[in-house]
C-alpha cells in the first residue's frame, strides 16, 4: 500500500481561500521589503569584505577547536571550513577597521594560534569592498535574470496570465525567504544566493505542476466555472505536492541537525523556503489566474485534438 500524506480525492474550496492567503502574503512581503530597508541584511564576508586564509595542517584539522581559538581572537565574523582533504582548512574573517594594516593584523594573529604546529599558510587573500559589491551585484543579476528566464519559459508553454502568475509567485518566494535573513539576522553569503536560486527552482517545478494540470482540465471542461476547475485541478495534485516537500524537508532537517555551523544558515533558508514555496503553489499560483482575467476557454482547441484526448483518456 502505497503511502499518502493526503487522501485521493479531495474537494478543498481553495479558492474561497484566497481571501486569506492574498492578504497574509502581502502582508509578509511589504514587512520582509521594509526589514529590508530599514534593518538591512546581516551581509557575509563575501559581500563585506575580509580577509582569507588558506592552510594545510600537519593531519586531520580538528575544525571545532580551530573554530574556538579564533573566537577568542574577538574579530568578528570568523568562517571556519574544509575543503578538499581533511587537512586542508580555509578560514575567513571579516574586515576590520583600520585599513590595510588591521588586514594584516589580522593575520600575524591567525598565524600566533599555529605558531607551535606544524601548519604551511598556502594562500592569503584580503577581498576588497570593491570585489564584494561586484559579487553582491552578480547575486542580484542571476536572481534576475532567473526569474526573467521563468517568464520567458513559462509564457511560451502556456499563457501570459501563467506566466506573470509563476513570476509572483516566485517573487513571493524570494522575498519572504530574504524576510527571513533579515529577521534572524542569518549570515548572508554567496551560498545564500545558491539556497534563494534553489529555492527558485524548487517554487517553480511546484507551480508548473499544478499549472499543467489546470491546462488539462481547462481543454476537458471548458464549460464549467474557472473557480471550480482551478479547485480540482490543485486537489488532483496535491497528494504530490504534499509528498515532494514532505521527503525534501526531511533531508534538510537532518543536514540541518547534524550538518553543522557552516551549513545552517543555509539549510535553514532552504527549510523556509520549501514551505513557502509549497504555501505558495497551492494557495497563490492558481487564485492569481482568476486576478488576472484567465478565461475558461483561453487554452481551447480544435474537435480533432478534443476527440484524441477523450480516446487517450479512455484507454487509460
Do not use: C
Not at 509578509?28 to 594545510?56: H, P, Q
Not at 593584523?105 to 576588497?128: K, L, P
Amino acid at each position: 500500500m502505497l503511502l499518502r500524506l493526503v487522501p485521493d480525492n479531495t474537494h478543498i474550496k481553495f479558492m474561497w481561500l484566497r481571501k486569506f492567503s492574498f492578504p497574509l502574503s502581502i502582508l509578509l512581503v511589504i514587512a520582509s521589503l521594509a526589514g529590508f530597508f530599514t534593518v538591512g541584511m546581516n551581509y557575509g564576508i563575501d559581500f563585506k569584505g575580509g580577509t582569507i586564509i588558506e592552510i594545510k595542517t600537519d593531519g586531520p584539522a580538528d575544525i571545532g577547536a580551530i573554530r574556538s581559538e579564533l573566537s577568542a581572537l574577538n574579530l568578528g565574523d570568523v568562517q571556519v571550513q574544509e575543503f578538499g582533504a581533511s587537512d586542508d582548512i580555509l578560514i575567513r574573517v571579516e574586515e576590520q577597521p583600520g585599513g590595510e594594516l588591521a588586514q594584516q593584523s589580522v593575520v600575524q594573529r591567525v598565524r600566533t594560534i599555529f605558531a607551535d604546529d606544524n601548519v604551511d599558510f598556502r594562500r592569503v587573500e584580503v577581498v576588497g569592498p570593491r570585489v564584494s559589491g561586484e559579487l553582491a551585484q552578480a547575486g542580484a543579476i542571476a536572481v534576475g535574470a532567473a526569474l526573467f528566464a521563468i517568464l520567458i519559459y513559462i509564457w511560451f508553454r502556456f499563457e501570459w496570465q501563467f506566466a506573470v502568475g509563476a513570476i509572483l509567485t516566485t517573487a513571493n518566494d524570494v522575498v519572504i525567504t530574504v524576510g527571513l535573513f533579515v529577521l534572524l539576522q542569518l549570515d548572508f553569503s554567496l551560498s545564500s544566493i545558491a539556497a534563494v536560486l534553489t529555492i527558485i527552482g524548487y517554487s517553480l517545478n511546484d507551480t508548473v505542476v499544478v499549472y499543467d494540470r489546470i491546462r488539462e482540465n481547462l481543454r476537458k471542461y471548458k464549460k464549467r466555472p474557472l473557480a471550480d476547475i482551478l479547485d480540482q485541478s490543485i486537489n488532483e495534485t496535491l497528494s504530490r505536492t504534499t509528498m515532494t516537500s514532505v521527503t525534501t524537508l526531511l533531508a534538510l532537517i537532518a543536514l540541518y541537525v547534524f550538518g553543522g555551523e557552516v551549513i545552517q544558515s543555509f539549510t535553514l533558508a532552504m527549510i523556509f523556503g520549501i514551505v513557502i514555496g509549497t504555501y505558495s503553489s497551492i494557495f497563490l499560483a492558481a487564485p492569481l489566474l482568476i486576478l488576472l482575467n484567465l478565461r475558461p476557454d483561453a487554452l481551447s482547441r480544435n474537435d480533432g485534438d478534443d476527440e484524441k484526448e477523450a480516446k487517450a483518456n479512455a484507454t487509460v
